[in-house]
C-alpha cells in the first residue's frame, strides 16, 4: 500500500501560514492545517479542502495531539513551522509567565513539531519552512519577549539546516519584516506617511518565502532588504539602540 503523503502547515488557519498552505498544496499529498480556534480552522479547512486538527501547540495535548495524527503518516514533504502570535508586554513588567509562553509557542512548538514529524521528513527528503522574523535577529525593546523567542527559534532553525543536510531535509529560516495579519495588524506602521510602505500582506511574504524555498535558501528576508536591519544591529548595536530609544519616544 503506498505511504500516505501529509504537508503539514501550523497556524494554517491565518495570516502567512493559511496563504503559505495555499501555494504548498499539490496533488499527489494531502494538507493538514494545524490552530486553536475551531470556527476559523474549519473555514480555512473547507476553502482549502484540505483536513485540519485543532490544537494548542504551546500545550502538552496540542503536541500529543498532532503527534498521533501523524502516527500513520509515511511521508512530509513539507512541514511549516508558524504558529505564532505577539507578545508585546514590556520588559520593565517583569513578566516571567509571559517569556514563558512565548518560549512555548514561538520556540518550543517549532522543536517538538519537528520532532514529532521527523520521520516522516526524513523519508521524503522534505523540507522545513521555520517562520522565524526580523525580531530573530534584531532586538529594539518593542515584544521584548517575542524577540527573544524569535532569537532562540532563529538560533535553533539555523543549526537544524546543517544538520538536518546531512539526512536529505532542507530546512529555510524564514524572517519576514511587517506583514498586515491577524494578530499583527501593524496599525500605526500603516497609518504612518511613510513607513507604511514597510508593511507587506501575507500574500507578498508567502509568495516570497516559496521563493525562496524554490531556491533551497538557508534563510532569506521578506522582503529581503530587511537583512540590512539584521547587519546593523550586528555592527552597529549602539546606533539601533538609539534608533529604538527615538522611535520609542515618538510612537510609545
Ligand atoms: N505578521 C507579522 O508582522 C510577522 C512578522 C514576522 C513573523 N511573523 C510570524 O509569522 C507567524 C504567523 O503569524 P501571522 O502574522 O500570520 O498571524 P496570524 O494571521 O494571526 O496567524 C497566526 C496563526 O497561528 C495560530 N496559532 C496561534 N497560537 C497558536 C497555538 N498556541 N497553537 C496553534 N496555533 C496557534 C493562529 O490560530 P489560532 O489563534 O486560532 O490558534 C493562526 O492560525 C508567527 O509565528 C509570527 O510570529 C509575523
Not at 525580531?135 to 532569537?151: E, R, W
Amino acid at each position: 500500500m503506498a505511504q500516505r503523503s501529509l504537508i503539514v502547515v501550523t497556524g494554517g488557519s491565518s495570516g502567512i501560514g493559511l496563504a503559505l498552505a495555499r501555494r504548498l498544496r499539490r496533488p499527489d499529498a494531502d494538507l493538514l492545517l494545524v490552530a486553536r480556534g475551531a470556527d476559523r480552522l474549519a473555514a480555512a479547512g473547507r476553502a482549502l479542502g484540505c483536513e485540519t486538527l485543532v490544537a494548542d501547540l504551546a500545550s502538552d495535548t496540542g503536541i500529543a495531539a498532532l503527534t498521533a495524527h501523524l502516527a500513520g503518516v509515511g511521508r512530509i514533504p513539507v512541514l511549516v513551522n508558524n504558529a505564532g502570535g505577539p507578545f508585546r508586554t514590556p520588559l520593565l513588567a517583569h513578566d516571567p509567565d509571559e517569556a514563558r509562553e512565548a518560549i512555548e509557542l514561538l520556540y518550543l512548538a517549532m522543536v517538538r513539531v519537528t520532532a514529532a514529524a521527523w520521520p516522516a521528513l526524513v523519508a521524503a527528503g522534505g523540507s522545513v519552512i521555520n517562520v522565524v522574523s526580523v525580531a530573530g535577529t534584531v532586538s529594539t525593546g518593542a515584544s521584548p519577549h517575542y524577540a527573544a523567542a524569535k532569537h532562540a527559534a532563529s538560533a535553533w532553525s539555523r543549526g537544524l539546516h546543517v544538520e538536518a543536510a546531512a539526512v536529505g531535509v532542507h530546512v529555510l529560516t524564514a524572517n519576514p519584516g511587517p506583514v498586515a495579519t491577524a494578530a499583527f495588524p501593524h496599525e500605526q506602521l500603516r497609518g504612518h506617511r511613510w513607513l507604511r510602505h514597510a508593511v507587506i500582506d501575507d500574500e507578498r511574504c508567502a509568495e516570497a518565502i516559496c521563493r525562496a524555498l524554490a531556491r533551497r535558501r538557508a534563510e532569506s528576508f521578506q522582503p529581503e532588504w530587511w537583512r540590512i536591519a539584521t547587519v546593523a544591529q550586528a555592527v552597529a548595536p549602539g546606533t539601533m539602540a538609539r534608533l529604538a530609544r527615538r522611535s520609542r519616544e515618538r510612537f510609545g
